[in-house]
């Protein structure tokens, strides 16, 4: 590691918190004697260090305020496996434009498909355009909200749910809504409705959806937002994680041979 060529500059980078510089002041400074760099063009070169320094920054802190399970990209997502899987759309989605419009992503199909690496995957997108995004599910909205609202704190946990740029919900309708849940549901979905935009995976048919309220006249309102614009991806097939065990079975099977 290059030694600070004016470690009196230390403190006073510390002061105006730019303390990021210099990790890359002498790496720039050697550079700007080597090239015969004029001022200017060191400064700026110190500058853009900083900038993609915070940038990197940020985006390990929305990662992590993310609440992403492993990392899922669309990078990594196995398209091989699904072949009729609208792939231009997804490559649409990926460019976050659904944002800028403010409509909801709606992600069905059976287990093991890949709605949740996409979901995910979409909002790593999302992230890498400094949006920030909270990935959750049904049942873990219900439960903070219900210990929030015990406890006073209900207004609070509710805007951290509406004010994201991206909320994802997994595994809508996995279990039923119980009561109060779907009223909870219902003021998130309200609140961000052609505000903010909402990837939505289930298991269900968007025609069962309904199914999943104990109230359908607030299912049907909610639902009906959800729903207005949105872009529709469906799944199909067998389960890319039986498909996996298969493999990894048969991969064992031949090391015990």
Not at 21 to 29: D, G, V
Request: with cysteine; hydrophobic share 35%; aromatic share 8%.
């Amino acid at each position: 590691m290059m030694k600070n060529p004016m470690p009196e500059l230390t403190p006073l980078l510390s002061k105006l918190k730019l303390s990021g510089i210099s990790e890359s002041l002498a790496r720039r400074n050697k550079e700007a004697i080597d090239n015969k760099l004029s001022y200017l063009e060191f400064f700026g070169l110190l500058l853009q260090d900083e900038i993609l320094r915070r940038e990197n920054k940020q985006f390990a802190k929305r990662i992590k305020q993310s609440g992403f399970r492993g990392d899922k990209t669309i990078e990594n997502f196995d398209f091989n496996f699904n072949p009729k899987l609208d792939q231009q759309l997804i490559k649409d989605l990926a460019t976050c434009r659904f944002l800028y419009e403010k409509v909801s992503v709606l992600i069905v199909g059976p287990c093991g498909t890949g709605k949740s690496h996409l979901a995910q995957a979409l909002g790593h997108s999302a992230i890498k355009q400094q949006c920030n995004v909270i990935m959750t599910t049904q049942g873990d909205i219900s439960q903070e909200l219900l210990s929030a609202q015990a406890i006073g704190n209900y207004q609070r946990v509710i805007k951290k749910f509406t004010k994201a740029d991206l909320l994802i919900i997994d595994d809508f309708g996995l279990k039923p809504l119980k009561a109060n849940e779907d009223e909870y549901l219902h003021d998130i979905i309200a609140k961000r409705y052609e505000t903010k935009s909402t990837i939505v995976t289930s298991n269900l048919d968007l025609v069962e959806w309904q199914d999943a309220f104990p109230n359908k006249l607030l299912g049907a309102a909610t639902i009906d937002r959800i729903q207005h614009g949105a872009y529709h991806l469906v799944l199909d097939g067998g389960s890319y994680r039986s498909l996996n065990k298969q493999k990894s079975a048969s991969k064992n099977a031949k090391i015990d041979h």
